[in-house]
Each structure stands twice: as structure tokens, then as C-alpha cells.
């Protein structure tokens, strides 16, 4: 039996479709590559469906469009009102817009829609710190430790708060905390050097905490004050 030898015609066809699917591909990994692109396609392809708004609003959100994160995540919004992500994501908007009190209330309306959206608990935590509602930030902060103990930064800002009650032994702890979470946290080895010198005169662990500090990072705070400090503490007997 011989070799059924393909129609010329037949193979042109073939090639054609081979070069659609490529391209087809081609231009989906471009949208793939450009989110905002991407969401905007969908947004096309599903004009009366939420998320593709809220997903296109927080393209826009990380690549710093904030009045075009907000009219499509809000767009979001109108056609789903109890997309609790939406307004969580609206609440960070606001906090890049600089409006503190907007970006809480996204965070309250979050939770009011679903309590078990603990990420609403760090927005909310980080807003009250920012406007100097300690006492607020830390029991939202405690609160959302207990969904997430290993997030990054949330003890070094419960840290930050106890050193300002003058509480110190708990301010040890969360700064020992987040360290334990990232090594390379200068800042928090820094407040660790400082409290362990000022308030419990400990030498060395001061010594230890502030010497790591200056390795880490070189633009770090104050950072002469910081190496005298050290080398008076160094001198010491």
C-alpha cells in the first residue's frame, strides 16, 4: 500500500492554522505579560462580571494608576456590592491616595461583609498606626496575629508601640520576633540595640543588636550617632 501523500491544498491549510495558533499565543502571553492589559481583555470579553474590574483596578493599583484603580475597582463594586475583596482593595487606594479615613472605613466595611477576611485586619492595623491610633492598631495588629503570626513587620510595629507606652519587655519580645521572621530586619535590631542600652543598660546585647544593624543596612537612621554609640559602648569596661 502506498504512502497517502498529503493535498497541497491540505498542507497550506495546515500551515495557516499553525501560524493562527502562534500568533494567538503570541499575543496572549503579551497580555500575559502586561496585567493591565490582560484585565482590560477581560473586561472586554466579560463587561458584567466584577472581578475582572477588581483584578484590572488592582493592575492599575501596582503600577500606580490610582484614579484608574479606583473607577474600575469601584465599577467592581456596582455590579457585585458584597465583594469584600473589592472594598479591601479600594481601602489600599485610598491609603496610596492618602486618605487615612477612607481607607479605614474600606477596612471596617470589609470585615462587615466577611469577618474571615483577616488581610482587612492589616490594612485596618497599619491605617490606625499611620493616624496614631496606637491602642486600635495593636489590638487589630494582635488580631490578625493570630491568623498569620509569621507575617512580616506586623510585631515589629506592635514593637514600635509598646516601646511608645513604655512598655518594654513586650516591645523586646515582638522586635525578637520579628527578627526570628526576617534576620535582616536592620530597624528592628536597631530598637532592639537601643532599648537593651537606654532602658536595661545590657552592654552587649546592645553592642550585638546595633553592630547588625550598621551591617545591614547603610543608609541606616542616624547612622553616625549609632557607630559612636557603639564605640563608646565598646570602650567601656
Known amino acids: ?26 499575543l496572549r502571553n503579551r497580555l500575559w505579560n502586561n496585567p493591565v492589559d490582560l484585565w482590560k481583555d477581560c473586561v472586554e470579553k466579560s463587561p458584567h462580571k466584577a472581578r475582572p474590574y477588581v483584578n484590572l483596578g488592582f493592575a492599575y493599583l501596582e503600577s500606580g494608576q490610582y484614579d484608574k484603580a479606583f473607577e474600575a475597582t469601584q465599577k467592581g463594586i456596582d ?25 479605614i472605613a474600606m477596612g471596617k466595611k470589609t470585615l462587615e461583609i466577611d469577618p474571615e477576611f483577616h488581610m482587612a485586619h492589616f490594612l485596618l492595623g497599619s491605617m490606625y498606626f499611620e493616624n496614631g491610633r496606637y491602642e486600635e492598631a495593636a489590638e487589630t495588629f494582635r488580631r490578625f496575629l493570630k491568623s498569620f503570626p509569621y507575617f512580616p513587620d506586623v510585631h515589629h510595629f506592635l514593637g514600635i ?77
Open 1 to 26: 500500500m502506498g504512502k497517502i501523500k498529503p493535498h497541497l491544498t491540505e498542507i497550506v491549510i495546515f500551515l495557516s492554522v499553525i501560524f493562527i495558533l502562534s500568533i494567538g499565543t503570541y
Open 161 to 237: 508601640i509598646y516601646a511608645g507606652q513604655r512598655r518594654f519587655d513586650k516591645a523586646i519580645a515582638e522586635f525578637e520576633w520579628e527578627i526570628r521572621i526576617n534576620p535582616y530586619h536592620s530597624l528592628a535590631h536597631l530598637n532592639l540595640g537601643q532599648i537593651y542600652w537606654y532602658e536595661f543598660q545590657n552592654r552587649q546585647k546592645a553592642i550585638y543588636h546595633l553592630k547588625i544593624a550598621l551591617m545591614l543596612d547603610p543608609l541606616l537612621p542616624k547612622r553616625a550617632e549609632i557607630r559612636k554609640l557603639v564605640h563608646l559602648l565598646e570602650g567601656l569596661p
Open 79 to 103: 455590579l457585585e456590592p458584597k465583594f469584600a475583596g473589592a472594598y479591601h482593595n479600594l481601602g489600599i487606594i485610598y491609603q496610596k491616595m492618602g486618605d487615612v479615613d477612607k481607607a
